[in-house]
């Protein structure tokens, strides 16, 4: 009997009449394990389509059961190349089912998943909007677990908006919930690495390190995927932190060993760049790693402060030695186009990282000495300050005087 027969089988078996104990828990079996060969097999319209079939079984299992059959069959769709609006309207159609059959717990996690998946689409203002409703919903029960995960997909979603403030308030009351109850490992790792992340928006990297490190503990531990992502993190957050030492250590070290692949080069090939301070080498290495590096959002948002931040020290580099230069001449050595070292240098200029004009007729940089700050005013306020003390204490003195002749 083929494996696809054996398929069809269980699928007519999942959709018998026997409703016995012992039949139900065997069906359940049976439905994960067709969803999950579904799931390889790249069909997500026939996990759709076994969940719609599915309505009459719900009917005789408790709700409990029917909530981790439904979510489990989501999560197995989403491993389906390319699923995202087949996943959305999937959680729409169970929504309104949901809302049929009075099923509030289920319907919450749905929508919670429905709001994470207008994330990963870019729909922010929908995914808000969910959000909201669901929030004031949840915390009329009371529902903590469910808090959690609701503040923390707004926390993804501000953050996605650049919203900082928003994203920590939400992740704020998504801890606070989440000390409250007994937090699942794999959801207090995405706790973690949104603390980790927003700690390196606000460039606290050392901060930032220990949040991956302990995300990258609990991903690792339950052999989640998402581990590597965090190892890639705390190998960034060392670059960030101009540790290069720290960063071979931890590619080196078990960790990295264990998690070795493209992800991993990649931040090597970034790390030996900084620590070279090669702009060119930071270049070859983007293109030589780009779904690496520029598909992950928190990578690419830092990796362009540090390419911005190895410009600066190798204009700054070249210009030391010149009271005039031809900007010309500086494009020339880092071989980049005219209009970006201008334009460089003019930020450059106007954040005070060095002082000096551009002289765009003669196309030319010229730099001013750095001029030792006048002191004689501060100077001279201290003088009458101690004079002013001196008059003090000598006025003081003669009153004392006259008093002891009176």
């Known amino acids: 009997m083929s494996y696809t027969a054996e398929m069809d089988a269980k699928r007519a078996f999942i959709l018998s009449d026997d409703s016995s104990d012992e039949t139900l828990k065997a069906k359940e079996a049976a439905i994960y394990e067709l969803g999950n060969w579904l799931a390889k097999r790249g069909e997500g319209e026939k996990i759709a389509a076994l ?10 299992v408790p709700k409990a059961r029917t909530a981790k059959v439904v979510r489990t069959l989501i999560d197995q769709l989403a ?27 289920l319907r919450q996690r749905i929508q919670t998943r429905l709001a994470a998946l207008l994330l990963q689409s870019k729909q922010y203002t929908e995914s808000l909007n969910l959000l909201a409703s669901l929030q004031k919903e949840v915390k009329r029960l009371d529902d903590k677990p469910q808090l959690v995960e609701i503040n923390l997909v707004e ?19 998504a801890r606070t919930a989440a000390n409250a109850i007994y937090c699942p490992p794999l959801l207090q790792a995405q706790i973690d690495v949104m603390a980790g992340t927003l700690n390196a928006e606000e460039k606290d990297f050392k901060t930032a ?17 998402r581990a590597v992502d965090c190892l890639k993190y705390m190998l960034l957050s060392k670059i960030m932190m101009n540790a290069p030492e ?23 090939a970034v790390a ?24 992950d959002q928190i990578i690419s948002r830092h990796l362009d402060s540090l390419y911005d931040m190895l410009l600066q020290e190798n204009i700054c580099r070249i210009i030391e030695p010149y009271s005039t230069v031809e900007t010309a001449h500086i494009a020339t050595l880092m071989k980049l186009p005219l209009s ?61 005087l006259a008093v002891a002749k009176a």
Not at 51 to 60: I, K
Not at 392 to 397: C, F, G, I, M, T
Request: with cysteine.
């Open 340 to 400: 970006t070292i201008e334009s460089k240098l003019s930020h450059m200029i106007l954040d005070k990282k060095f002082r000096g004009i551009l002289d765009a007729g003669a196309g030319c940089l010229i730099v001013f000495d750095e001029q030792s700050a006048d002191t004689t005013y501060e100077q001279s306020l201290e003088t009458l300050s101690n004079m002013g003390k001196v008059v003090d204490a000598l006025y003081e003195k003669a009153q004392k």
């Open 51 to 60: 969940l719609s079939e599915l309505r009459p079984f719900f009917a005789c």
């Open 79 to 105: 491993l389906v190349p390319d699923s995202m609006e087949l996943q959305m309207s999937l959680c729409r159609e169970s929504i309104e089912w949901c809302r049929v059959e009075k099923r509030s717990f």
């Open 272 to 295: 030996a760049a900084h620590q070279a301070r090669s702009l060119h080498d930071f270049e070859a290495a983007l293109a030589a790693h780009q779904p690496q590096l520029r598909n």
């Open 155 to 173: 926390s993804q979603t501000h953050y996605a908006l650049r919203n900082i403030p928003r994203a920590k308030a939400a992740l704020t009351a």
């Open 209 to 225: 390190f220990s949040y991956f490190y302990e995300a990258f503990e609990n991903f690792d531990s339950a052999g989640s995927s």
């Open 246 to 268: 720290d960063v071979s250590a931890i590619i080196n070290g078990k960790p990295g060993t264990r998690h070795s692949g493209a992800a991993i080069e990649a931040m090597r």
